[in-house]
C-alpha cells in the first residue's frame, strides 16, 4: 500500500508540474508580448507597467520567469485582476469555495438519490420500476445542462416563484465572509436575521442543485446498477444464497462491498464533468463561484486571472482523483498489498 | 430412508426463441449416507440439477418433476426463498474454482462465521459470543484439517491456494451439519495431490458424520474410486445408473462403455474406443436416441428414444446394450419396461 501512495504522490507532481507548465506558458502563449497579454488596451502607465514586468520577472529566461511565476504563487502574490483590482489569491478563495459549496451539495443529492435508485433498480432488474428508472435516468442524461437550468429558472422561479432567480442568498444580508462557506459565515454572524438568511441562503442553492446533480445522479443510477447486475452473477454472490442468506443480507454483506471501490473510483472520475457543469450552471444562475469567474476573465482576456481559475481548478480535479483512487485501492484488500495499480 | 428422491426431473430455459429443454426426466434417489456420483461432460446437465435441487437456478430456468422431495419435504410446494433457505440449512453445495466462490472482499473468519447456523443466545455478552464463534471456526477449519486456523481466517481468498478454499468452502459446507453434500467437480482445477486430499476428506465426512455426497463430475474416474452409486448423463438425460463398481465393469450403455474402457486404461482399446464426434448442442438434438450419431452400435431401431429400462438395481437407456445376454434384453425391454 505504502509503495502504491508512493507512485499516486510521485504522479500527483508531476501532474501538478506539468499543469503548472501550462498555466505559466499562457502569457506567453498569447498573441504579443506577455506584457500585451497583460495590458491589451494599452491603458496601464509606465510605472505600472514596470512593476509588471518585476512581478512577472519578464526581463529575465523563461525557467527564471517560471521560478518567479511559482514562488509568487506560493507566497500568495498572484497578482491583481484587471477587471476589479481586487488581489487574485482572495478572489480565488471565496469564488473558488462557493463553486465547492454548489459542487458538494449537488454531489450530495446525487449520491443520496442515484445510489438507492440505482441499488432498487439492481434489485428489481427487469420490472417497471426498474425500466422507468433506467428511461428517466436516460432522458436525464441526454438533456442539456443549461436548458434544464434555463426550464427550471422559467417553472420553478419565474412561473410558480417558489425559488430565487440568481445568486446565493438575498441581497439585504450581510453576512462577513469567514470561512468562505456560507453556512458557516452565517452561523458565525451575530445577527439578528440569521434564520431568515439562514432560510434564504437555502432557497438560493436549491435551483442550482437541483440543475447540476442530474448528470452525476443519472451517471450514479446507471453505474450503480449496471455493477450490481454484474456483482450478482459473481459466484461468491451464488455461495452466499447457498449458505442459506436472504437476498437483503447477501446484498448488504457481499454485494454492497464489492461495489464500494468502483463506487468510490467512478465518483473521482464524476468530479470533471461536476465542475464543468458547475461552471456553466454557476454563470446561469449567476452564482459567484470560480466558473462564473473564469468565463468573466476569459470573456475580458485577464490572464492572471484565467491562469488561477486554470491551475486551482485542475489541481483540484487531480488532487480528488488521485484520494479516490488511494481510497478505492484500500479497500480493496486485492489492490491493498499490490504496488502496481 | 430415502434422503433425496427426485422422479422425472425437467429443467428448461427460457429464451426468445422458445423453452429449451436442459435436463429431461431426470430420476436420482440417495438414501442416507450414501456417495452418489453424476457423471457427464460438460453441457450434459449435472451441474443444473446439482443448482436445482438448492434452488439456486435463477428465474428464467423453469424446473419441474413428479417427485421432488428431501429429507421427506416436498420442494416443489415450497417458494423460491423458502427451498433455498431449507435447503441451506439442510445440505451444502460447493464448486468447482473455489475462490471464486469466496466473497473477495471479506477474510475468511467472516465469512466462515457468516456460515454458522443462527443461535439466539441473549445471556452471552457480545465479546463471549464473539469469541465462541471464534473457538466454533477454527474447529471447523482443524476438522478439513487446516491446522494453523489464525493466519487462514484473517487472510483473504486471492492469498490462498485453491485447494485450501475447497477446503475452506468444505468446512463452511459442514457447519450448519447438513445431511446432504453436493460437490460440483470440486476438483478439476487442482493438483493430483490436492484432489487426494479433497476426496479424503469428503469421505472421511461420509463416514463419520454420515454426511450423503452427490458427487459431480466430468470422468467416471474420479467417481469410481468412491461413489456407492453412479449415474450417467447424457445431452440432459440419465442414460445409465446402477452401482458403481457393476457399472464400471460391465457397462450396459454405449457411452459408459466408451468412458469405463478410459477408466479401465486397457492399452490396445483405449485409443480406439474415444466415441467420434462430439456432444450435440441442446437446440440440436438428433432424433430418436442422442447418442446416435455417435453410438458403434446403433441400429434403425435407435431412431425412436428409448426408454429408461430397469434390470434389478441398475437402469440404462438403449436399445442395443453391451454386457446383456438375449434373454435379458428380450425381458427387460417386454416386461419391466417402465
Not at chain 1, 437476498?247 to 470533471?272: C, K
Request: hydrophobic fraction near 45%; charge should be neutral; aromatic fraction near 8%.
Amino acid at each position: 500500500m505504502w509503495r502504491y501512495f508512493i507512485r499516486k504522490f510521485n504522479l500527483l507532481v508531476i501532474t501538478i508540474f506539468l499543469l503548472s507548465l501550462l498555466s505559466f506558458s499562457l502569457l506567453h502563449l498569447m498573441p504579443g508580448l506577455p506584457l500585451d497579454a497583460l495590458n491589451p488596451d494599452g491603458s496601464l502607465s509606465l510605472a505600472e507597467q514596470r512593476r509588471l514586468v518585476e512581478h512577472y520577472a519578464l526581463e529575465q529566461g523563461f525557467w527564471q520567469q517560471y521560478a518567479q511565476y511559482i514562488s509568487n504563487i506560493f507566497n500568495g502574490n498572484w497578482g491583481t485582476s484587471r477587471i476589479d483590482q481586487i488581489p487574485i489569491f482572495d478572489q480565488m478563495v471565496s469564488s473558488f469555495m462557493s463553486t465547492l459549496q454548489l459542487a458538494v451539495s449537488a454531489m450530495a443529492l446525487a449520491m443520496f438519490i442515484g445510489v438507492p435508485l440505482g441499488i432498487i433498480s439492481a434489485y428489481y432488474h427487469g420490472s417497471w420500476f426498474d425500466r422507468t428508472v433506467t428511461s428517466m435516468s436516460l432522458i436525464g442524461q441526454s438533456i442539456p445542462v443549461f436548458w434544464w437550468a434555463l426550464m427550471l429558472i422559467l417553472l420553478l422561479a419565474l412561473g410558480l416563484q417558489w425559488f430565487p432567480l440568481s445568486g446565493r442568498i438575498g441581497l439585504l444580508y450581510d453576512i462577513p465572509e469567514v470561512s468562505h462557506i456560507l453556512l458557516i459565515d452565517i452561523a458565525l454572524a451575530d445577527d439578528e436575521y440569521q434564520r431568515a438568511a439562514l432560510w434564504s441562503a437555502v432557497r438560493h442553492i436549491i435551483l442550482p442543485t437541483l440543475a447540476i446533480s442530474v448528470i452525476p445522479m443519472t451517471a450514479l443510477i446507471q453505474i450503480t446498477r449496471a455493477s450490481l447486475i454484474d456483482i450478482s452473477e459473481k459466484n461468491y454472490i451464488q455461495a452466499a444464497r447457498a449458505k442459506g442468506l436472504s437476498r437483503y443480507q447477501v446484498l448488504w454483506r457481499h454485494a454492497l462491498p464489492n461495489y464500494f471501490s468502483s463506487f468510490i473510483r467512478h465518483v473521482g472520475a464524476l468530479t470533471n464533468p461536476l465542475l464543468t457543469t458547475t461552471m456553466v450552471v454557476e454563470y446561469i444562475f449567476d452564482w459567484p463561484g470560480a466558473g462564473r469567474w473564469l468565463i468573466h476573465s476569459l470573456v475580458a482576456q485577464d490572464v492572471p486571472a484565467i491562469q488561477a481559475c486554470m491551475l486551482t481548478i485542475s489541481v483540484f480535479v487531480i488532487c480528488i482523483s488521485i484520494i479516490t483512487d488511494l481510497l478505492a485501492a484500500w479497500s480493496n484488500p486485492k489492490e491493498r498489498n499490490q504496488s502496481h495499480g | 430412508m430415502n434422503l433425496l428422491d427426485i422422479r422425472n426431473l425437467t429443467i428448461e430455459l427460457e429464451t426468445p426463441q422458445g423453452l429449451i429443454t436442459a435436463v429431461e426426466r431426470f430420476s436420482l434417489v440417495v438414501q442416507d449416507g450414501e456417495v452418489r456420483g453424476i457423471v457427464g461432460e460438460s453441457g450434459s446437465g449435472k451441474s443444473l440439477v446439482g443448482r436445482a435441487i438448492m434452488g439456486l437456478l435463477s428465474s428464467k430456468w423453469r424446473v419441474r418433476a413428479d417427485r421432488f422431495f428431501f429429507a421427506g419435504q416436498d420442494l416443489q410446494q415450497m417458494g423460491v426463498d423458502e427451498h433455498r433457505r431449507f435447503m441451506g440449512q439442510e445440505a451444502a453445495m460447493i464448486f468447482q474454482q473455489p475462490s471464486s466462490y469466496l466473497d473477495p472482499i471479506a477474510k475468511i473468519g467472516e465469512q466462515l462465521i457468516e456460515a454458522l447456523p443462527e443461535q439466539r443466545s441473549f445471556s452471552l455478552s457480545f465479546w463471549r459470543r464473539s469469541r465462541e464463534r471464534v473457538e466454533k471456526v477454527s474447529a471447523l477449519l482443524h476438522k478439513v484439517g487446516i491446522r494453523d486456523h489464525t493466519r487462514i481466517m484473517n487472510s483473504y481468498p486471492h492469498e490462498l491456494s485453491e485447494g485450501l478454499c475447497q477446503k475452506i468452502m468444505i468446512a463452511m459446507a459442514i457447519a450448519n451439519e447438513p445431511r446432504l453434500l453436493i460437490a460440483d467437480e470440486p476438483t478439476s482445477t487442482m493438483e493430483a495431490t490436492t484432489k487426494i486430499q479433497i476426496y479424503k476428506l469428503m469421505a472421511k465426512m461420509n463416514q463419520l458424520r454420515k454426511l450423503s455426497v452427490v458427487h459431480i463430475s466430468n470422468e467416471l474416474e474420479t467417481a469410481a474410486n468412491w461413489t456407492d452409486r453412479v449415474t450417467i448423463m447424457y445431452c440432459g438425460q440419465a442414460v445409465e445408473a446402477g452401482p458403481t463398481e457393476q457399472v464400471v465393469n460391465q457397462p450396459l450403455h454405449p457411452y459408459t462403455h466408451a468412458l469405463a474402457t478410459l477408466v479401465k486404461r486397457d492399452p490396445e482399446r483405449q485409443m480406439l474406443n474415444v466415441m467420434p464426434g462430439t456432444m450435440p448442442t441442446l437446440q440440436h438434438l438428433p432424433t430418436g436416441c442422442r447418442l446416435g450419431p455417435r453410438c458403434p452400435r446403433a441400429h434403425k431401431d435407435c431412431i425412436e428414444m428409448p426408454r429408461s429400462r430397469y434390470l434389478r438395481n441398475r437402469s440404462y437407456r438403449c436399445h442395443a446394450p453391451f454386457n446383456l445376454e438375449e434373454k435379458h434384453a428380450n425381458a427387460a425391454a417386454s416386461g419391466q419396461t417402465h
